[in-house]
């Protein structure tokens, strides 16, 4: 969809936690900020309701003498796992969201490499929280479930938040990446950097409606685009506690738009038609999409009447999702457009706090990741995506070696491959760290391979990579019938530097990461 005059969203300069949480109060005190289910009754908190709380749990930390301090916060998705955030950095401190998947060795790591002194844990991590806090670094522990009773002794202590004074430019956050190769590294954000982000990403995308919080909140992802946007927005957040209850909560908060990674996007899309072809109407909703998408290119959108069963399987509002963290293949985008679910691709970094372009409602670009925002600049350097502005991470928490090597004359380098169309689309082609380069020096994006080998159909997962001088890709299928021919149709199209010479099948899945990304060896 191509529009070049659409203007950008108009908002509002934000830089601070202060400057975000004084506007939600000051425009709508009553409005509904988030909601939530507790022993299956919904709870909801308004923006009023939120900003006392922030105070109240702000002034317990500060009770405690505790400040400069890193405070970490181990849980699923909730209310006091986002209230926690807004409060530990309020009070000067730095926050340190721990993944939840990570094993307690591993957990144990990270919270001695940046010295963390408390622990924020929900109740089904007390035995790893009662663990680490034999340990010498972690001097208190405080259980999400007893938050309520300290927010009613402490709500009268501040009523003000400019009681607080906090530096926007001081380091806020640490957030430990779960790259697909190499060790965690933690990554230093400021208020500044996360807040311009926010903004800058709701300049690019309009969003309307209840939103639905779902992916892991550990993630910078989903913090920046599903809570600060939506408090920039001032758009209800229904809160997912996790997968197991994302149909049920689907339909009980009859979301408008949401954040995902293309897992969740893949999997909506095909369910969809995993369950048309159970009951036999696979070839009716052909028909349908078809005649649909004429309409729709003479000007008549009827999609959200000829799919509203299927519409109502997510509540029947759902018309907008943001995607990105993973690359996505564009047949799910147009399948799920087409039944009337936009769906607009976005790329980030966690080093860029971390949105860097999304396309836009009303003007994007197949196959891309869209425009970049209008609050930092993006540049194509030795084939690599370089960014600079104010979205950039202060650099890696004790390892300046590595803060060096990622940037060149202030600019950062992401470690990914791509380019930036004439009319400024930024399309990412692979990996740096994983290209193959052979002894001929010819250059292969193993990315590009894999993409190609996804569209055979039996290939579930695949990595392709350099092996004794041959490219091979190693494949994960259920059933091995006929891959191997479409592979051989497929080198006939490829130059030959670029064939795959190798194939390996594998009895199991990839490991991967908590964001559902393949491990690479």
């Known amino acids: 969809m191509l529009n070049r005059e659409y203007p950008l969203y108009?908002?509002?300069?934000?830089?601070?936690?202060?400057?975000?949480?004084?506007g939600c109060k000051n425009s709508n005190p009553e409005g509904i900020a988030f909601q939530y289910t507790d022993n299956k009754k919904m709870v909801s908190v308004t923006y009023g309701d939120f900003l006392r709380d922030v105070l109240a749990l702000a002034s317990y930390i500060e009770e405690q003498g505790f400040k400069n301090t890193k405070i970490a916060v181990l849980g699923e998705n909730s209310y006091f796992w986002i209230l926690s955030y807004f409060a530990v950095v309020i009070s000067s401190n730095i926050i340190v969201p721990i993944d939840k998947e990570l094993s307690e060795d591993e957990i144990g790591i990270l919270l001695r490499q940046c010295e963390t002194e408390i622990l924020v844990h929900s109740g089904i991590y007390d035995d790893i929280a009662s663990i680490l806090k034999g340990k010498e670094y972690i001097k208190r522990n405080l259980n999400i479930k007893d938050i309520p009773?300290?927010?009613l002794k402490y709500r009268s202590i501040?009523?003000?938040?400019?009681?607080?004074?906090?530096?926007e430019n001081a380091v806020c956050s640490i957030i430990y990446t779960s790259g697909t190769t190499g060790k965690p590294k933690g990554v230093m954000l400021t208020q500044k950097s996360l807040m311009i982000d926010a903004v800058s990403a709701c300049k690019n995308v309009w969003i309307k409606g209840t939103s639905m919080l779902t992916l892991p909140l550990h993630h910078t992802f989903a913090f920046t685009t599903s809570v600060l946007a939506m408090l920039v927005y001032r758009v209800p957040i229904c809160i997912n506690k996790n997968l197991r209850s994302f149909t049920s909560d689907i339909l009980k908060y009859k979301p408008q738009n949401m954040f995902l990674v293309p897992l969740y996007v893949e999997t909506i899309y095909k369910n969809i038609w995993k369950k048309a072809k159970e009951q036999k109407k696979d070839r009716i909703l052909k028909v349908l999409v078809a005649i649909s998408s004429f309409l729709l290119n003479c000007g008549v959108d009827l999609r959200r009447v000829f799919f509203k069963s299927i519409l109502d399987q997510f509540g029947g509002n759902l018309d907008l999702i943001v995607t990105g963290g993973a690359a996505i293949d564009q047949r799910y985008i147009d399948g799920l457009t087409n039944i009337g679910i936009q769906v607009l691709n976005g790329y980030g970094i966690t080093e860029c706090s971390p949105v860097v372009a999304v396309n836009r409602n009303k003007y994007s670009r197949a196959g891309s990741v869209g425009l970049p925002l209008s609050d930092c600049d993006v540049s194509v350097i030795d084939n690599e995506i370089c960014v600079r502005g104010e979205i950039v991470m202060k650099g890696y928490y004790e390892d300046d070696v590595s803060t060096k090597e990622s940037f060149t004359d202030g600019w950062f380098r992401t470690g990914d491959l791509g380019y930036i169309d004439s009319d400024g689309f930024v399309f990412i082609t692979g990996r740096k760290k994983n290209l193959i380069i052979l002894s001929n020096g010819k250059n292969v994006s193993p990315e590009e391979l894999e993409e190609r080998l996804l569209h055979i159909e039996g290939v579930l997962e695949v990595v392709v990579s350099e092996k004794n001088g041959m490219i091979e890709a190693e494949i994960y299928s259920e059933n091995h019938a006929g891959i191997k021919e479409s592979i051989d149709?497929?080198?006939?199209?490829?130059?030959?530097y670029k064939r795959i010479q190798k194939v390996v099948f594998r009895e199991n899945a990839f490991a991967k990461t908590t964001t559902q990304?393949?491990?690479r060896q």
């Open 10 to 22: 108009n908002h509002t300069y934000i830089n601070s936690f202060h400057g975000l949480l004084m």
């Open 489 to 496: 149709n497929l080198n006939k199209e490829l130059p030959n």
């Open 149 to 151: 009773e300290v927010l």
């Open 517 to 519: 990304k393949i491990k």
């Open 158 to 167: 501040h009523d003000d938040i400019q009681e607080f004074v906090t530096d």
